[in-house]
Protein backbone atom coordinates (compact mmCIF):
# COMPACT_ATOMS: atom_id res chain seq x y z
CA UNK A 1 0.00 0.00 0.00
CA UNK A 2 1.56 3.35 -1.00
CA UNK A 3 1.14 6.25 0.97
CA UNK A 4 2.12 9.92 0.21
CA UNK A 5 3.07 12.27 2.67
CA UNK A 6 3.49 16.36 2.28
CA UNK A 7 5.82 17.49 4.75
CA UNK A 8 5.24 21.05 6.21
CA UNK A 9 8.65 22.63 7.33
CA UNK A 10 11.17 20.74 7.27
CA UNK A 11 13.90 21.72 9.62
CA UNK A 12 15.96 19.66 11.95
CA UNK A 13 12.95 17.64 13.27
CA UNK A 14 11.65 17.28 9.12
CA UNK A 15 15.45 16.14 8.08
CA UNK A 16 15.40 13.68 11.06
CA UNK A 17 12.19 12.11 9.56
CA UNK A 18 13.15 12.32 5.74
CA UNK A 19 16.22 10.52 7.00
CA UNK A 20 14.66 8.25 9.33
CA UNK A 21 12.53 7.11 6.75
CA UNK A 22 14.51 6.07 4.33
CA UNK A 23 16.48 4.08 6.18
CA UNK A 24 13.78 2.14 7.46
CA UNK A 25 12.03 1.69 3.90
CA UNK A 26 12.99 -2.05 4.20
CA UNK A 27 11.13 -2.90 7.65
CA UNK A 28 8.41 -1.34 6.86
CA UNK A 29 7.48 -2.43 3.54
CA UNK A 30 8.63 -6.04 5.38
CA UNK A 31 6.32 -5.65 8.80
CA UNK A 32 3.21 -3.70 7.61
CA UNK A 33 3.63 -3.82 3.92
CA UNK A 34 3.55 -0.03 3.22
CA UNK A 35 5.13 2.02 1.17
CA UNK A 36 6.03 5.62 2.26
CA UNK A 37 6.68 8.53 -0.63
CA UNK A 38 7.12 11.71 0.19
CA UNK A 39 5.67 13.64 -2.30
CA UNK A 40 6.75 17.23 -1.64
CA UNK A 41 7.53 19.38 1.11
CA UNK A 42 6.50 22.88 2.25
CA UNK A 43 9.30 25.55 2.64
CA UNK A 44 9.66 29.25 2.99
CA UNK A 45 12.83 29.06 -0.06
CA UNK A 46 12.53 26.24 -2.80
CA UNK A 47 16.14 24.94 -1.65
CA UNK A 48 16.57 21.13 -1.81
CA UNK A 49 19.48 20.62 0.10
CA UNK A 50 20.47 17.25 0.85
CA UNK A 51 16.48 16.37 0.33
CA UNK A 52 17.11 16.36 -3.13
CA UNK A 53 14.67 14.31 -5.36
CA UNK A 54 11.72 15.87 -3.34
CA UNK A 55 9.52 17.97 -4.96
CA UNK A 56 9.40 21.62 -2.83
CA UNK A 57 6.41 24.21 -3.07
CA UNK A 58 6.21 27.48 -1.20
CA UNK A 59 2.70 27.99 -1.24
CA UNK A 60 0.19 25.64 0.77
CA UNK A 61 -2.67 25.01 -2.08
CA UNK A 62 0.02 24.12 -4.85
CA UNK A 63 1.54 21.49 -2.55
CA UNK A 64 -1.90 20.16 -1.80
CA UNK A 65 -3.09 19.72 -5.06
CA UNK A 66 -0.09 18.54 -7.23
CA UNK A 67 0.79 15.94 -4.26
CA UNK A 68 -2.43 14.55 -3.52
CA UNK A 69 -1.42 13.60 0.25
CA UNK A 70 -2.63 10.48 2.38
CA UNK A 71 -0.92 12.11 5.25
CA UNK A 72 0.56 15.67 6.09
CA UNK A 73 2.81 16.29 8.52
CA UNK A 74 3.04 19.70 10.18
CA UNK A 75 6.62 20.39 11.41
CA UNK A 76 6.36 23.99 10.90
CA UNK A 77 5.69 25.02 14.60
CA UNK A 78 3.64 28.01 16.23
CA UNK A 79 0.50 28.90 15.86
CA UNK A 80 0.26 30.61 12.45
CA UNK A 81 0.47 29.87 9.56
CA UNK A 82 0.00 26.25 10.91
CA UNK A 83 -3.34 26.57 11.71
CA UNK A 84 -4.45 27.48 8.62
CA UNK A 85 -2.16 25.04 6.79
CA UNK A 86 -3.70 22.31 8.96
CA UNK A 87 -7.40 23.69 8.25
CA UNK A 88 -6.66 23.50 4.24
CA UNK A 89 -5.30 20.12 4.64
CA UNK A 90 -8.14 19.01 6.47
CA UNK A 91 -10.72 20.34 3.68
CA UNK A 92 -8.57 18.87 0.98
CA UNK A 93 -8.72 15.32 2.77
CA UNK A 94 -5.65 14.55 4.04
CA UNK A 95 -4.88 13.00 7.92
CA UNK A 96 -3.03 14.95 10.49
CA UNK A 97 0.23 14.55 11.85
CA UNK A 98 1.58 17.34 14.16
CA UNK A 99 4.10 17.90 16.80
CA UNK A 100 2.76 21.36 17.20
CA UNK A 101 1.53 21.36 20.58
CA UNK A 102 1.18 25.49 19.97
CA UNK A 103 -1.36 25.18 17.53
CA UNK A 104 -3.33 22.37 19.33
CA UNK A 105 -3.37 24.70 22.66
CA UNK A 106 -4.27 27.82 20.57
CA UNK A 107 -6.88 25.91 18.16
CA UNK A 108 -7.33 22.14 19.40
CA UNK A 109 -11.05 22.56 19.67
CA UNK A 110 -11.59 23.47 16.28
CA UNK A 111 -9.21 21.34 14.75
CA UNK A 112 -10.35 17.99 16.57
CA UNK A 113 -14.13 19.19 15.49
CA UNK A 114 -13.30 19.56 11.83
CA UNK A 115 -10.41 16.15 11.71
CA UNK A 116 -14.02 14.71 13.39
CA UNK A 117 -16.42 16.18 11.21
CA UNK A 118 -14.59 15.13 7.68
CA UNK A 119 -14.06 11.91 9.39
CA UNK A 120 -9.85 12.21 9.40
CA UNK A 121 -7.49 11.24 11.87
CA UNK A 122 -5.28 14.03 14.20
CA UNK A 123 -2.72 12.86 15.77
CA UNK A 124 -0.16 15.05 17.88
CA UNK A 125 1.44 12.27 20.19
CA UNK A 126 5.15 14.08 19.64
CA UNK A 127 3.66 17.27 20.27
CA UNK A 128 4.08 16.29 24.19
CA UNK A 129 6.85 14.58 25.60
CA UNK A 130 8.71 14.20 23.13
CA UNK A 131 9.21 10.06 22.58
CA UNK A 132 6.93 9.04 25.53
CA UNK A 133 3.31 7.74 24.66
CA UNK A 134 1.73 10.21 27.04
CA UNK A 135 -1.25 10.43 24.45
CA UNK A 136 -1.24 7.17 23.16
CA UNK A 137 -1.65 6.00 26.88
CA UNK A 138 -4.41 8.68 27.60
CA UNK A 139 -6.52 7.40 24.35
CA UNK A 140 -5.81 3.91 23.40
CA UNK A 141 -4.20 1.99 25.89
CA UNK A 142 -6.42 2.91 29.33
CA UNK A 143 -9.37 4.77 26.94
CA UNK A 144 -12.44 3.29 28.83
CA UNK A 145 -10.62 4.99 32.32
CA UNK A 146 -11.48 8.00 33.79
CA UNK A 147 -8.20 10.57 34.43
CA UNK A 148 -8.29 11.84 38.46
CA UNK A 149 -4.84 13.45 37.90
CA UNK A 150 -1.99 14.49 35.45
CA UNK A 151 1.71 15.46 37.20
CA UNK A 152 4.29 16.36 34.07
CA UNK A 153 8.22 17.73 34.03
CA UNK A 154 7.39 18.19 30.47
CA UNK A 155 10.36 20.68 29.81
CA UNK A 156 14.01 18.99 29.49
CA UNK A 157 15.61 22.48 29.09
CA UNK A 158 14.46 23.68 32.12
CA UNK A 159 14.68 20.32 33.91
CA UNK A 160 18.42 20.11 32.86
CA UNK A 161 19.20 23.39 33.93
CA UNK A 162 17.00 22.76 37.66
CA UNK A 163 19.48 19.88 37.92
CA UNK A 164 22.48 21.66 36.91
CA UNK A 165 21.92 24.29 39.66
CA UNK A 166 20.84 21.69 42.41
CA UNK A 167 23.53 19.07 41.93
CA UNK A 168 26.65 21.64 40.76
CA UNK A 169 25.48 24.84 42.80
CA UNK A 170 25.69 26.89 39.91
CA UNK A 171 23.19 30.47 39.71
CA UNK A 172 20.64 30.19 37.13
CA UNK A 173 22.64 32.00 34.20
CA UNK A 174 25.42 29.56 34.32
CA UNK A 175 23.10 26.70 34.26
CA UNK A 176 21.62 28.16 30.93
CA UNK A 177 24.50 29.23 29.29
CA UNK A 178 25.91 25.34 30.10
CA UNK A 179 22.31 24.02 28.42
CA UNK A 180 22.75 26.36 25.17
CA UNK A 181 26.38 25.09 24.85
CA UNK A 182 25.14 21.08 24.80
CA UNK A 183 21.71 21.96 22.50
CA UNK A 184 19.38 21.70 25.35
CA UNK A 185 18.48 25.49 25.15
CA UNK A 186 17.65 27.98 22.17
CA UNK A 187 19.20 30.88 21.58
CA UNK A 188 16.23 32.57 22.91
CA UNK A 189 15.23 30.75 25.57
CA UNK A 190 12.27 32.41 26.61
CA UNK A 191 9.33 29.78 25.65
CA UNK A 192 11.15 27.16 27.68
CA UNK A 193 12.62 29.28 30.77
CA UNK A 194 9.18 31.41 31.30
CA UNK A 195 6.91 28.04 31.24
CA UNK A 196 5.05 28.99 27.94
CA UNK A 197 6.40 25.49 26.65
CA UNK A 198 5.59 23.39 29.56
CA UNK A 199 1.75 25.52 29.26
CA UNK A 200 1.24 24.77 25.88
CA UNK A 201 1.78 20.86 26.73
CA UNK A 202 -0.46 21.17 29.69
CA UNK A 203 -3.18 22.74 27.46
CA UNK A 204 -3.10 19.63 25.26
CA UNK A 205 -3.18 17.65 27.77
CA UNK A 206 -6.37 19.54 29.16
CA UNK A 207 -7.99 18.85 25.94
CA UNK A 208 -7.47 15.15 25.51
CA UNK A 209 -7.41 13.65 29.19
CA UNK A 210 -10.84 16.23 31.12
CA UNK A 211 -12.30 18.18 27.54
CA UNK A 212 -10.85 21.11 28.77
CA UNK A 213 -10.36 23.40 25.62
CA UNK A 214 -9.29 26.82 27.63
CA UNK A 215 -6.44 28.16 25.25
CA UNK A 216 -2.72 28.91 26.50
CA UNK A 217 -3.83 32.39 26.74
CA UNK A 218 -5.93 32.44 29.39
CA UNK A 219 -3.88 30.18 31.72
CA UNK A 220 -1.63 32.17 33.94
CA UNK A 221 1.80 30.54 34.28
CA UNK A 222 5.22 30.98 35.99
CA UNK A 223 8.92 29.94 35.10
CA UNK A 224 12.40 29.56 36.74
CA UNK A 225 14.15 32.52 36.54
CA UNK A 226 13.70 33.35 40.06
CA UNK A 227 14.89 30.44 41.53
CA UNK A 228 18.39 30.33 43.30
CA UNK A 229 20.85 27.71 44.61
CA UNK A 230 19.69 28.60 48.40
CA UNK A 231 15.81 27.26 46.84
CA UNK A 232 17.50 23.98 46.34
CA UNK A 233 19.62 23.98 49.65
CA UNK A 234 16.31 25.38 51.97
CA UNK A 235 14.25 22.88 50.14
CA UNK A 236 16.36 20.20 50.51
CA UNK A 237 15.99 20.55 54.48
CA UNK A 238 12.45 19.86 53.70
CA UNK A 239 13.08 16.48 51.67
CA UNK A 240 11.80 18.17 48.84
CA UNK A 241 13.18 19.84 45.26
CA UNK A 242 12.13 22.14 43.00
CA UNK A 243 10.43 21.18 39.66
CA UNK A 244 8.96 22.82 36.66
CA UNK A 245 5.47 21.23 37.07
CA UNK A 246 2.33 21.33 34.53
CA UNK A 247 -0.45 19.73 36.80
CA UNK A 248 -3.82 18.82 36.33
CA UNK A 249 -6.36 17.20 38.78
CA UNK A 250 -10.22 16.62 38.29
CA UNK A 251 -12.46 18.04 41.16
CA UNK A 252 -16.20 17.28 39.62
CA UNK A 253 -16.71 20.21 37.10
CA UNK A 254 -13.67 21.68 38.02
CA UNK A 255 -10.41 21.97 36.96
CA UNK A 256 -6.98 22.53 38.70
CA UNK A 257 -4.40 23.87 36.17
CA UNK A 258 -1.07 24.97 37.39
CA UNK A 259 2.13 25.21 35.87
CA UNK A 260 5.15 26.76 36.89
CA UNK A 261 7.84 26.27 39.67
CA UNK A 262 6.74 23.56 42.55
CA UNK A 263 8.14 21.64 45.18
CA UNK A 264 7.79 17.64 45.28
CA UNK A 265 8.81 15.18 47.67
CA UNK A 266 12.42 14.02 46.81
CA UNK A 267 11.03 10.54 46.59
CA UNK A 268 8.47 11.16 44.02
CA UNK A 269 9.84 9.84 40.42
CA UNK A 270 9.03 12.96 38.73
CA UNK A 271 11.87 14.70 41.57
CA UNK A 272 14.34 11.89 40.31
CA UNK A 273 14.26 13.13 36.49
CA UNK A 274 17.71 13.78 35.37
CA UNK A 275 19.58 16.27 32.76
CA UNK A 276 16.42 16.74 29.70
CA UNK A 277 14.50 14.01 30.94
CA UNK A 278 10.71 14.36 30.80
CA UNK A 279 7.94 12.23 32.94
CA UNK A 280 4.47 12.22 33.87
CA UNK A 281 2.19 10.94 36.13
CA UNK A 282 -1.51 10.19 35.72
CA UNK A 283 -3.63 8.87 37.99
CA UNK A 284 -6.41 6.91 36.49
CA UNK A 285 -9.66 6.37 38.49
CA UNK A 286 -8.96 2.07 37.99
CA UNK A 287 -6.18 1.58 36.87
CA UNK A 288 -4.32 3.76 39.84
CA UNK A 289 -0.76 5.47 39.38
CA UNK A 290 0.91 5.11 36.07
CA UNK A 291 4.39 6.92 35.56
CA UNK A 292 6.28 6.99 32.12
CA UNK A 293 9.07 8.91 31.15
CA UNK A 294 12.18 9.35 28.72
CA UNK A 295 14.16 11.74 26.20
CA UNK A 296 11.28 14.66 25.92
CA UNK A 297 12.78 16.36 22.94
CA UNK A 298 15.69 16.60 20.08
CA UNK A 299 15.26 15.28 16.93
CA UNK A 300 15.89 11.65 16.90
CA UNK A 301 13.12 10.80 19.09
CA UNK A 302 10.89 13.35 18.19
CA UNK A 303 10.74 11.92 14.28
CA UNK A 304 10.44 8.12 15.59
CA UNK A 305 7.18 9.38 17.42
CA UNK A 306 5.74 11.27 14.24
CA UNK A 307 6.66 7.51 12.25
CA UNK A 308 4.73 6.57 14.81
CA UNK A 309 1.47 8.31 14.17
CA UNK A 310 2.03 7.95 10.55
CA UNK A 311 2.07 4.28 10.85
CA UNK A 312 -0.96 4.22 13.02
CA UNK A 313 -2.76 6.60 10.58
CA UNK A 314 -1.47 3.91 7.25
CA UNK A 315 -2.99 1.00 9.05
CA UNK A 316 -6.67 2.25 10.17
CA UNK A 317 -7.39 5.04 7.53
CA UNK A 318 -9.74 2.65 5.67
CA UNK A 319 -11.41 1.25 9.24
CA UNK A 320 -14.04 3.71 10.32
CA UNK A 321 -13.95 2.53 13.91
CA UNK A 322 -10.41 3.80 14.44
CA UNK A 323 -12.07 7.40 14.03
CA UNK A 324 -14.38 6.99 16.69
CA UNK A 325 -10.68 7.28 19.03
CA UNK A 326 -10.94 11.21 19.23
CA UNK A 327 -14.39 11.88 20.63
CA UNK A 328 -16.30 14.92 19.88
CA UNK A 329 -15.00 17.90 21.14
CA UNK A 330 -17.51 19.34 24.33
CA UNK A 331 -18.52 22.25 24.86
CA UNK A 332 -19.31 21.50 28.62
CA UNK A 333 -16.04 20.13 30.16
CA UNK A 334 -14.68 21.34 33.62
CA UNK A 335 -14.29 25.24 33.82
CA UNK A 336 -10.36 25.90 35.08
CA UNK A 337 -10.04 27.28 38.69
CA UNK A 338 -9.24 30.87 38.75
CA UNK A 339 -5.49 31.12 39.58
CA UNK A 340 -5.94 33.32 42.61
CA UNK A 341 -8.42 30.45 44.02
CA UNK A 342 -5.72 27.94 43.17
CA UNK A 343 -4.63 26.60 47.12
CA UNK A 344 -1.57 25.00 47.98
CA UNK A 345 0.86 25.29 50.84
CA UNK A 346 3.94 27.19 50.09
CA UNK A 347 7.56 27.67 50.60
CA UNK A 348 8.35 31.59 50.38
CA UNK A 349 11.84 32.96 50.20
CA UNK A 350 12.37 36.53 51.23
CA UNK A 351 15.07 38.67 51.81
CA UNK A 352 14.88 41.73 54.58
CA UNK A 353 17.04 43.85 56.74
CA UNK A 354 17.88 42.11 59.72
CA UNK A 355 16.26 44.27 62.50
CA UNK A 356 13.63 43.47 65.40
CA UNK A 357 10.12 43.54 64.97
CA UNK A 358 10.61 42.17 61.02
CA UNK A 359 9.98 38.92 61.60
CA UNK A 360 6.62 39.83 63.52
CA UNK A 361 5.20 42.06 60.40
CA UNK A 362 5.85 39.30 58.16
CA UNK A 363 4.05 36.70 60.11
CA UNK A 364 1.26 39.86 60.85
CA UNK A 365 0.77 40.20 56.84
CA UNK A 366 0.21 36.50 56.48
CA UNK A 367 -2.21 36.33 59.74
CA UNK A 368 -4.58 39.06 58.07
CA UNK A 369 -4.86 36.99 55.03
CA UNK A 370 -5.58 34.00 57.41
CA UNK A 371 -2.34 32.22 56.39
CA UNK A 372 -0.75 30.15 58.79
CA UNK A 373 2.80 29.35 59.13
CA UNK A 374 4.40 26.12 59.50
CA UNK A 375 7.68 27.00 60.15
CA UNK A 376 10.06 29.49 59.66
CA UNK A 377 14.10 29.51 59.02
CA UNK A 378 16.66 32.52 59.32
CA UNK A 379 20.39 31.02 58.68
CA UNK A 380 22.95 31.93 61.65
CA UNK A 381 25.31 32.80 58.53
CA UNK A 382 25.09 36.62 56.84
CA UNK A 383 27.44 38.90 55.95
CA UNK A 384 25.21 41.73 55.40
CA UNK A 385 22.74 43.46 57.15
CA UNK A 386 19.90 41.55 55.39
CA UNK A 387 19.24 38.24 56.10
CA UNK A 388 17.26 35.49 53.99
CA UNK A 389 14.00 33.96 55.18
CA UNK A 390 12.73 31.09 54.45
CA UNK A 391 8.84 30.10 55.71
CA UNK A 392 6.06 27.17 54.99
CA UNK A 393 2.74 27.42 55.21
CA UNK A 394 -0.19 25.49 55.93
CA UNK A 395 -2.63 25.63 52.64
CA UNK A 396 -4.02 28.75 51.64
CA UNK A 397 -5.48 30.35 47.61
CA UNK A 398 -3.11 32.15 45.44
CA UNK A 399 -4.77 35.26 45.91
CA UNK A 400 -4.34 35.36 49.55
CA UNK A 401 -1.03 34.50 49.50
CA UNK A 402 -0.06 37.42 46.51
CA UNK A 403 -2.05 39.69 48.99
CA UNK A 404 0.48 39.10 51.59
CA UNK A 405 3.48 39.11 49.66
CA UNK A 406 1.98 42.65 48.15
CA UNK A 407 1.88 43.83 52.01
CA UNK A 408 5.68 42.10 52.44
CA UNK A 409 7.29 44.17 49.65
CA UNK A 410 5.77 47.57 50.87
CA UNK A 411 7.55 46.95 54.42
CA UNK A 412 10.68 48.95 54.65
CA UNK A 413 12.55 46.35 55.82
CA UNK A 414 11.88 44.51 52.65
CA UNK A 415 14.97 44.31 50.29
CA UNK A 416 14.01 41.82 47.47
CA UNK A 417 10.74 40.52 45.94
CA UNK A 418 9.71 37.58 47.65
CA UNK A 419 9.65 34.28 45.74
CA UNK A 420 7.28 31.03 46.48
CA UNK A 421 6.54 27.91 45.10
CA UNK A 422 3.73 25.63 45.71
CA UNK A 423 4.55 22.31 47.88
CA UNK A 424 2.86 19.07 46.17
CA UNK A 425 3.97 17.13 48.93
CA UNK A 426 0.58 16.31 49.49
CA UNK A 427 -1.19 15.83 45.96
CA UNK A 428 1.14 13.29 44.44
CA UNK A 429 1.37 9.80 44.54
Same mark, same amino acid.
Given at each position: ?7 L ?15 R +?????R?W ?5 I????R? @??Q? #? ?5 P????I ?6 ? =? ?9 G ?13 AG ?6 N??V ?8 YE ?9 L??? $?? *? ?8 L??S? *??D ?11 TC ?6 M?? #?????? #??L @???Q ?11 D?D????AH???VL?Q ?9 D??E???I %??L? %?E??E? $??Q ?5 R?I?L?ES?? @??L ?16 RL ?7 E ?15 A ?5 A ?6 I??I???AD??H????W? =??? !???PE????E ?6 Y ?8 ? *?????L??AL ?9 V? +???R??SS @?V ?5 T !??A???RL ?7 E?? #??N %?E ?13
Amino acid at each position: MNIRLLLLGCGTVGGELVHLLRRR +QEEVRRRWDLDFEIGGILRR @SRQT #DELSGIPVFTDIDEALDAV =KPHIVVELVGGVDPAFSYLRKAILAGAHIVTANKAVLAAHGHVLYELARQHRRLLLAEA $SV *GGAIPILRTLHTSL *GVDRVQRIAGVLNGTCNYILGRMEH #DQIPFS #DAL @SDAQRLGYAEPDPTLDIDGGDTAHKTVVLSQLAFGNYEPTDVLEYRGI %TDLR %TEDFEA $SAQLGLRPRLIGLLESRG @SILVRYVGPALLPDRHPLARLEGPENGVEILFEEAGSLFLSGPGAGPAPTAATVVGDILEIARVADAGHALARWE =KPS !DEGPESVPFEDLTFSYYIRTQVLDRP *GVLAALAEALARQQISIRSVE +QPYRHASS @SVPLYFTT !DPAPVGRLLEALRDWEQL #DAN %TERPVWLPILEDRLS
